[in-house]
């Protein structure tokens, strides 16, 4: 569970970072794939460090051009972020079914082995995703990056009275979600072990469900990257849970189906009693 | 003359693209003009006009639906799984995935106006449970239309696709809706302007539950000719019309941030999707090339429509500008 966990984790906390400075990357599923799919040329077997260099670097420029990309979209046309994501999205998906029309390239087992490797029962690539999320959270309540990430979700033209530099913010919220959807990419790869055109699209909704029942905010400015990593376990869970008792495969979708729903409406009840709080 | 732009900005320009897309056809690979190219994008383009009309409705309310690939897999499975091939039940069937997926769609109005929850997040809510309700439903397995209902998606009307016939039937009534009666005007000024419609007297909620309501008929719809079109429709059939949905309203220029909208727009932005489509097939591009293009073309349009609202804010300041120059006997 832990292992098929992991991929969720990364993605989700990168889609917490561009929720954070309020926006929303629709693209991180196909970056995953595309990750992947990338990869799926280059660490077939025999592998070599030359391959595995090359084929993982040029994932990681490929995922890094997108969030590149997603900024320039945003920032430079001024699309909204669900436009400019969705135009992403659907230029990766394109270019992944391009690269390999059927699944194919299976990736030398040395490589999943590797990255599937353990410190006793706990897989090392989720220690690197639990460890991740706690410095990321760190990071966002004690550090410059994470105030002024947190400034510009809360109001752009507050942020920028206070001097924050919004577009440098952006564009390392936008370039490190692509680049943590990267790192789920090459987990997922892990355990598809070929290059699927396909893969990893899922992960968006799910990545958007995770966060939301992380209690982050659509509207930007708040949330926290422990939450997103609690909502990626819940769904997790969920998911077994529902084939270990055997319900119908109905119920994988009716109970992430309510828990959003029932999340959205708690949290929303709560701020609105908060708020009336205040005011009182 | 500004607000003639301003008009020929928002709603009129998918008409010049897809005049000039048409143009374009005619020159590079005048096979995509053919009456059996046509004849081939019509139902498709039809299709995608009743879903995308939907959507337009909820971009009105500053809304987006998520919930599209549910709805429209709900009304197929509807339209096959109750008569199940037996043809007294063809109409209560269609009736029964219209009324479905009014319910379903007004489900996604209160969570949106009563509970307060994010448009996105509902949308993706209620998507799961539809996708669960369709899982348990149809077993996991597809049903086949009634042949009666099939044969009648491949005929022709007077030398036009019997569904497309149909949409526009569909298309217009909504249409007339919103612009020729009380509560559809009240519908749109709701979606102009939430805070002027409170102010003078309106339910704004009961619009916009009203507004996802008459979305989710349209999808459904949209799911009921997407059915007859490919007689044996897989159960999941709605899940490729999200992106192409958002893409046909953003093409047709309803702002996704709310606002006017346009239904007549979107179904034209449709027809422009759908060709563009035959025309990167008839070129022989593979489909991936074909997604890749599809996103080009709807970032280039959104790119320009920025950059004309940029250069008529200019022009708008320069005029402004002007005006007090003169008026203070400046310059």
Redesign the interface.
């Known amino acids: 569970m832990l292992t098929l966990l992991t991929p969720l984790i990364f993605i989700a906390l990168g889609q917490m970072i561009v929720l954070l400075s309020a926006g929303?990357d629709l693209s991180v599923g196909p970056v995953a794939g595309l990750t992947a799919v990338v990869c799926s040329f280059f660490l077939v077997e025999p592998v070599g460090a030359g391959d595995i260099v090359s084929g993982v670097g040029l994932a990681l420029l490929a995922s890094l051009a997108v969030g590149i990309l997603n900024w320039c979209?945003i920032r430079k046309?001024?699309?909204?972020p669900?436009?400019?994501t969705?135009?992403?999205?659907?230029?990766i998906?394109?270019?992944?079914?391009?690269l390999r029309?059927i699944p194919g390239g299976l990736t030398d087992g040395r490589v999943c082995d590797w990255l599937a490797a353990r410190v006793g029962p706990v897989p090392i690539g989720f220690i690197v995703a639990a460890l991740a999320a706690l410095a990321l959270e760190v990071l966002l309540r004690r550090t410059r990056w994470g105030l002024c990430l947190r400034a510009v979700g809360s109001s752009e033209i507050n942020a920028r009275k206070a001097g924050v530099s919004i577009e440098l913010t952006y564009l390392g919220a936008y370039s490190s979600c692509a680049l943590l959807s990267f790192a789920g990419g090459l987990m997922l790869m892990a355990q598809i072990g070929i290059g699927d055109p396909g893969a990893g699209v899922n992960y968006t909704?799910t990545s958007?469900?995770a966060v939301?029942l992380g209690g982050a905010s659509?509207?930007g400015g708040r949330g926290s990257f422990i939450g997103a990593f609690m909502g990626a376990m819940l769904i997790q869970q969920v998911m077994n849970v529902t084939t270990f008792i055997r319900l119908?495969?109905?119920?994988?979708?009716?109970l992430?189906?309510?828990l959003?729903?029932a999340a959205?409406?708690l949290y929303?009840g709560l701020r609105?009693g908060r708020r009336q709080g205040t005011v009182a | 003359m500004i607000a003639q732009r301003l008009s020929l900005g928002s709603f009129g320009a998918i008409w010049v693209a897809t005049a000039l897309l048409f143009a374009l056809c005619l020159v590079i690979a005048p096979s995509s003009l053919s009456n059996s190219s046509l004849m081939a994008m019509l139902p498709y383009a039809a299709i995608l006009a009743v879903i995308a009309a939907g959507q337009t409705l909820v971009a009105q309310q500053a809304g987006i639906d998520l919930s599209v690939p549910g709805m429209v897999s709900l009304g197929a499975i509807f339209v096959t799984k109750i008569p199940d091939q037996a043809p007294h039940l063809m109409l209560p069937a269609i009736l029964v995935s219209i009324v479905a997926g009014v319910a379903a769609g007004a489900g996604n109005g209160l969570c949106v106006a009563v509970g307060r929850i994010t448009p996105i997040v509902a949308t993706l809510g209620t998507n799961a449970l539809l996708m669960g309700f369709i899982q348990w439903y149809s077993r996991g397995f597809p049903t086949p239309i009634v042949p009666l209902l099939g044969d009648w998606a491949v005929s022709q009307v007077f030398g036009i696709p019997a569904i497309a016939v149909a949409a526009v039937g569909i298309l217009s009534t909504v249409q007339l809706i919103i612009r020729a009666t009380i509560a559809g005007r009240r519908f749109e000024a709701v979606g102009a302007n939430p805070l002027a419609a409170t102010a003078a007297g309106l339910h704004t909620d009961r619009y916009v539950v009203a507004g996802y309501a008459a979305a989710g008929g349209c999808y459904a719809a949209g799911g009921v000719l997407l059915a007859a079109f490919l007689k044996t429709p897989d159960i999941f059939v709605g899940e490729s019309y999200l992106l192409p949905s958002v893409a046909a309203v953003v093409l047709g220029g309803t702002a996704l941030t709310g606002g006017l909208g346009s239904i007549v727009a979107t179904a034209v932005a449709a027809v422009f999707l759908s060709q563009l489509g035959q025309l990167v097939l008839s070129v022989g591009a593979p489909t991936p090339v074909q997604w890749i293009i599809q996103a080009l073309t709807i970032a280039m349009g959104m790119a320009w429509r920025q950059s004309s609202l940029r250069v008529l804010v200019a022009r708008m300041r320069s005029a402004l500008g002007y005006k007090i120059a003169r008026a203070t006997g400046g310059y």
Do not use: D, H, K, P
């Not at chain 1, 046309?77 to 909204?80: F, G």
């Open positions: 929303i979209l046309t001024l699309v909204t669900v436009i400019a969705l135009v992403t999205f659907m230029c998906r394109g270019s992944s079914l391009w029309s909704l958007i469900t939301v659509l509207f119908n495969s109905a119920w994988q979708f009716w992430i189906g309510i959003i729903i959205a409406l929303s609105a």
